[in-house]
């Protein structure tokens, strides 16, 4: 077990190494930021004055240097967008608010999903089944920012029932909430029906219905954990895949999150923060993986790493 998760954490590493160096290449493809900051009459001396401030005008191989420098000392540099600003404060400002959305839409993904993902599987070929899989078809279907733009149009404009956008109590986070983990809800149902299809027609279920013991046992203790292993990878996933893709709802509903403010940071081509916001969704990304392949072995005790 030690072996398999030093391996996977040494992997995590290049994985990481790989994504910060590409993003920083591609962060200096799309322009230079001098042309959206400053304006059109600036001087050449104001210019290479700024250059040499920011380090924009050393070559590209000595910038890079640079940034890995600063990145292995934990500085993340200085926004360039936000005078006054550094990369590390602006992100510890957001992360709070990205952090709450995708716990809740995560909450929202699982408590809808396990249960009528099991439900749907012990109703085979019934309309609750038919209904199930029509709300599993529209969810992977749409996209995320039409069914965020849909609930805001229904439950902010037409009832008044929650803000359009924007942040504060716990009205405003619901649409978003609910928006960002419709997507997930759809697809962890199918998971967790096929798995649950699965375990149910095993000999060991066969038997203890024969033993006379009760359906809801034999659906919930010895069905729904060994169906939960291949669902609980993508729950597991979720996680990350919801902060990284909480960056279009945050921008529908202008949540003030990291997703927010990394596309504001393209706008105005700050490449230090979009490299610091891309290297902590990249991290939370290989850690939360590195978790869950951890946790197979405690769910299921057939499988053994070495």
């Not at 991290?283 to 053994?304: E, K």
Request: hydrophobic share 55%; charged share 15%.
């Amino acid at each position: 077990m030690q072996a398999y998760i030093l391996r996977r954490v040494a992997q995590g590493i290049l994985a990481i190494f790989v994504i910060c160096t590409v993003t920083f290449a591609l962060a200096r493809v799309s322009g230079d930021p001098l042309n959206v900051l400053l304006p059109e009459e600036a001087s050449e001396e104001q210019i290479a004055l700024i250059k040499a401030e920011w380090g924009l005008d050393k070559p590209i191989h000595m910038q890079y240097l640079q940034y890995l420098g600063k990145l292995f000392r934990g500085d993340l540099g200085e926004a360039i967008a936000w005078p006054n600003s550094t990369a590390t404060e602006l992100i510890v400002q957001r992360l709070p608010n990205t952090v709450k959305l995708s716990a809740l839409a995560l909450i929202v993904s699982g408590v809808i999903a396990f249960p009528v993902g099991v439900l749907v599987a012990i109703k085979k070929d019934t309309p609750f089944d038919y209904v199930g899989k029509l709300f599993a078809i529209l969810g992977q279907s749409a996209p995320t920012f039409a069914v965020g733009l849909i609930l805001m149009w229904i439950f902010a404009v037409q009832l008044n029932f929650f803000p359009t956008s924007g942040s504060g109590g716990v009205e405003y986070i619901i649409l978003p909430a609910l928006a960002l983990g419709y997507y997930n809800v759809a697809a962890l149902m199918r998971l967790t029906r096929s798995s649950m299809l699965e375990v149910l027609d095993t000999e060991y279920v066969k038997l203890a219905r024969i033993k006379g013991v009760p359906e809801w046992k034999v659906v919930w203790k010895h069905c729904f954990r060994n169906a939960l292993i291949v669902p609980l990878t993508y729950f597991g996933l979720i996680g990350a895949v919801l902060i990284t893709g909480s960056v279009v709802i945050e921008t529908v509903f202008a949540w003030p999150g990291l997703g927010h403010l990394v596309i504001k940071a393209i706008l105005f081509r700050d490449y230090v923060v979009v490299q610091a916001v891309v290297l902590l969704f990249a991290t939370a990304f290989v850690i939360i993986n590195i978790m869950v392949d951890v946790l197979y072995a405690y769910i299921d005790p057939r499988i053994r790493y070495t």
